[in-house]
């Protein structure tokens, strides 16, 4: 019955939470220090710049989101209160590119911006750990542990990075972890693309909601609603048909008791 947004952006593509006002309240929160041009290189805010050195040339980059992060301080009816971080991370796609040589270099460079999104990410989700405050962060990652040949050139896939590494306190999602802990078998995916040249769909997980341990500890349940995948969804025609039409990403949810 209410949206949320935050900052606004030139994309066309907003970052908004939908709620109701009868069951939690919501209000954006953003965090960090908003440094202007110069940047930092310590979780500023989302809409300010990030200072990282992408290229291992002793010179920082400058690190901006085309789509600033969503910081929500939430609090639910019972009183219990949790961040939400809604992002949606850069793409690895090189687009516009031309030529094998071309497209490797957009595509390399192009990750290399993703992982420095997402290292400043989890530079904010550690303040909240360390703060001993409940997180979820949730949307679109534009990547996926094994994806593309491009992540052994880094050792990891921006998500987890996000997730956490060893000596961290780690976020969770279910299907991060069934793509992590297993290389064969059948894997979850919350997007479907036509790959023209080749004539056919290719479907990848790229949308997660993360949750920290203790929002864990309460067993919530995901769901892709994916229209093929989830027998509710397929065996419901116009369910199905709604979730193909509207987008090639399919809709992940959380319930959680709160």
């Known amino acids: 019955r209410k949206a949320l947004i935050g900052f606004r952006n030139d994309t066309q593509q907003e970052i908004a939470l939908l709620y109701d006002p009868d069951v939690m309240s919501a209000r954006h929160d953003p965090k960090g220090e908003q440094t202007g041009k110069k940047g930092s290189f310590n979780s500023p805010r989302f809409d300010s710049v990030f200072r990282r050195d992408l290229d291992v040339d002793a010179t920082p980059e400058l690190i901006t989101f085309s789509k600033p992060p969503l910081e929500v301080a939430a609090k639910t009816k019972a009183g219990n209160r949790f961040r939400m971080i809604g992002v949606h991370i850069k793409s690895k796609a090189p687009h516009g590119a031309r030529g094998a040589v071309e497209v490797m270099r957009k595509a390399i460079e192009n990750r290399r911006k993703q992982m420095a999104q997402c290292i400043w990410l989890r530079q904010r989700v550690q303040e909240h750990l360390d703060a001993g405050q409940s997180v979820m ?118 319930d959680i008791d709160l």
């Not at 040949?149 to 880094?154: G, S």
């Not at 987890?160 to 972890?177: K, N, Q, S």
């Not at 023209?196 to 997980?205: D, G, M, Q, T, W």
């Open 137 to 254: 962060v949730l949307g679109d990652f534009n990547d996926g542990p094994g994806l593309d040949e491009y992540e052994k050139l880094f050792g990891r896939s921006s998500v987890e990075i996000v997730l956490g590494e060893d000596g961290h306190e780690t976020l969770f999602d279910p299907h991060a972890e069934m793509i992590l802990s297993r290389k064969l078998g059948a894997k979850p995916a919350t997007s479907r693309f036509f790959i023209k040249h080749e004539n056919r769909y290719l479907s990848v997980l790229l949308d997660y909601i993360m949750v920290s341990a203790d929002l864990n500890a309460k067993q919530p349940r995901w769901r892709i609603w994916h229209p093929f995948e989830d027998p509710e969804c397929y065996h419901m025609p116009e369910l199905r048909e709604a979730l193909l039409t509207a987008s090639d990403h399919f809709p992940v949810t959380i």
